[in-house]
């Protein structure tokens, strides 16, 4: 028989691989993948499982890299997980779960988000999306700033926060109001869904490519020898003349358009209701039905941004849009909103105030839009 010490050894020594195997069956997956490819740059969330949605961590591993990208790499990619979402949004149950706590993520999420959204608007290299899947709220924030947007047929786009009582952030008060006409202010009031093609023809994608082709699109990418501009718009013109998926389907909102700029075109939301109910069409009523389902607090907030975020630099428009998220995650609505939608699931959200006419414009432009004390605004 072996001496006790040598057989210990030989145990251990024939033991260490199945215990290897197992601890790298049982540790966590990275919910962010940052990979180094050449001269180039990839991120790619990952947490399918939630639909790759967006946590304090992921914002606190993209931001370095992406800054330390901006000097040593000639182009990224983002992308995500999966087939069924690019990013379905900031993880705002969280934000509501841990509020009132030590620990309460709130306070340094949306800070974090904005400043990486403000960081995309400003990179100077290309920065490309592959929004393949559910793209909505933060994962818009992490793709509609960059230079390129590449949608699938398995896109669906939207900005719908005034279902949980928050309103289009991440920069939303800047790229709606400049979609054209008045459709970024109904896509933000009703949380309209674009997908597929559509979202190149409202003016968000810039590019689409065959969902069955995106991988290759990738590689074509990451193969360039060079990310010069005209190098890179080459591809990502290739996949998009060549990609099949609903070529010659008209926009899916073309024939509603002028009903868009007519009804959406009031000068309160207030205003917008009443032209929606003089409509009466069938069109118009369906959408009067879901406003009156929003926060008409997140739907006053929604309004007065967006008209203003018309006039302001992307900058300007997160630094606002912090000004507003630091009062009103704390506050009802957002509470009841993600607890009704995301959390019971039984979308039947209690709002306070219930109605449009117990929000006066006076309290959200002197309660929401004010200034912070200057060690609170956003540090941009």
Request: hydrophobic share 40%; proline share 6%.
């Amino acid at each position: 028989m072996l001496p006790c010490p040598l057989r210990s050894f030989r145990v251990a020594t024939l033991l260490r691989p199945l215990l290897y195997a197992r601890a790298m069956a049982t540790a966590p997956e990275p919910v962010v993948i940052m990979q180094d490819v050449g001269d180039k740059g990839v991120i790619t969330l990952n947490r399918p499982k939630a639909l790759n949605a967006l946590n304090h961590e992921m914002l606190r591993l993209i931001h370095p890299r992406l800054k330390e990208w901006e000097a040593t790499k000639s182009m990224v990619i983002i992308k995500g997980t999966g087939e069924k979402a690019f990013c379905a949004g900031g993880d705002v149950r969280a934000v509501v779960e841990t509020k009132g706590e030590p620990d309460a993520i709130g306070e340094y999420f949306f800070r974090d988000e904005y400043i990486i959204n403000c960081l995309i608007g400003t990179l100077h290299i290309p920065y490309i999306a592959l929004i393949d899947g559910i793209t909505m709220g933060g994962g818009v924030g992490l793709s509609v700033h960059g230079q390129y947007r590449v949608a699938t047929e398995r896109t669906v786009f939207a900005m719908p926060e005034t279902a949980i009582g928050l309103f289009p952030d991440v920069g939303g008060s800047y790229f709606l109001p400049r979609l054209g006409g008045r459709l970024g202010m109904f896509m933000a009031l009703t949380g309209y869904r674009l997908k597929g093609r559509d979202v190149l023809k409202a003016g968000v994608a810039t590019h689409v490519c065959d969902g069955a082709r995106i991988g290759e699109l990738e590689e074509s990418l990451l193969n360039l020898q060079s990310a010069y501009p005209e190098d890179v718009a080459g591809v990502l013109d290739k996949f998009h003349e060549e990609a099949t998926f609903s070529k010659d389907a008209p926009f899916s909102l073309q024939l509603v358009l002028p009903k868009i700029q007519s009804c959406f075109s009031g000068a309160s939301v207030e205003e917008i209701f009443a032209n929606l109910e003089k409509d009466g069409s069938e069109w118009a009523l369906k959408q009067l039905g879901s406003l009156k389902k929003m926060s008409p607090t997140s739907l006053k907030v929604t309004f007065e941004l967006l008209e203003r975020g018309a006039n302001l630099t992307l900058q300007e428009c997160l630094a606002v849009e912090y000004r507003i998220v630091k009062r009103i995650y704390k506050e009802h609505d957002f509470s009841e909103g993600v607890g009704a939608v995301l959390i019971k699931k039984h979308n039947k959200p209690v709002w306070k105030p219930a109605t449009l006419h117990e929000v006066s414009d006076q309290h959200i432009a002197s309660h929401y839009f004010s200034p912070l004390e200057p060690d609170e605004e956003l540090p941009l």
